[in-house]
């Protein structure tokens, strides 16, 4: 029995949609399938393929338009992020000190994941909050594979200078101590995707305190390791 919602003319688009969902359909097949009118059919369908939903193949048949799988891509749960859900809590756990994955978003960093350490003093950064590019060790990892024209955008003003991201893609990942915030220190090492840039910062970040003036010989070999899993998770997914 043919499910209604009460609204003709969207009835009618979902039957149009529906008619064409498995195979393109010349007007006479869209009719055919859809048990619409011709006219009406093929006003529906012209609609549709002006605003992207419905397009047409060489042969001019109709078929599914392109803003289909753009819509289906925003939704699909994106795989970097979905990985940092276990991979972020299990660094955590091991450094007992908070986590962060960030995204670079032009000028900006946008933490996109993180777990919190479940008490005492820690740094809290709020998943979408967006810090700057000119400080911290994040910002650094996702600087330091930039083209040198980049990095000189940012190096002038920054907190950091061109020798330690030269430091950081040495050795595979950065730190910084009251960098970013006064008495806060971390470290991070890079996301690479499947061209080989890089896509992602994962961090551990505390008090000075904890994870003293140099944060690297604490926690560099479980951050590089996150980095290698979520790295591997992306290359995966593609």
């Not at 994870?211 to 070999?221: E, F, K």
Request: charged letters at 25%; a positive charge.
């Amino acid at each position: 029995m043919e499910q209604t919602s009460g609204v003709g003319v969207v009835d009618k688009v979902v039957r149009v949609m529906d008619a064409i969902e498995h195979a393109p359909a010349t007007l006479a097949e869209l009719v055919a399938r859809s048990g619409l009118a011709r006219p009406t059919a093929y006003r529906i369908a012209v609609a549709l393929e002006r605003h992207g939903y419905v397009e047409r193949d060489s042969q001019g048949r109709f078929q599914v338009g392109p803003r289909i799988p753009a819509l289906a891509a925003r939704v699909r749960p994106d795989p970097l992020e979905h990985a940092a859900g276990l991979v972020l809590p299990r660094l955590r756990d091991t450094t007992n000190e908070s986590t962060q994955l960030y995204r670079r978003a032009g000028d900006v960093r946008r933490c996109v994941a993180a777990a919190e350490r479940a008490s005492g003093l820690r740094d809290t950064v709020p998943v979408g909050a967006e810090l700057p590019m000119t400080a911290g060790s994040a910002a650094q990892v996702l600087l330091a594979w930039e083209p040198a024209e980049e990095v000189a955008r940012y190096v002038e003003r920054a907190r950091f200078d061109a020798a330690v991201l030269t430091t950081v893609r040495r050795r595979g990942w950065a730190a910084s101590v009251g960098e970013r915030e006064s008495g806060v220190a971390s470290v991070s090492a890079p996301v690479f995707g499947p061209d080989g840039g890089v896509v992602a910062a994962v961090s551990v970040s505390g008090p000075i305190d904890r994870l003293t003036r140099q944060p690297g010989r604490l926690h560099a070999a479980e951050v590089v390791a996150a980095a290698r899993a979520l790295t591997a998770a992306v290359n995966r997914a593609d």
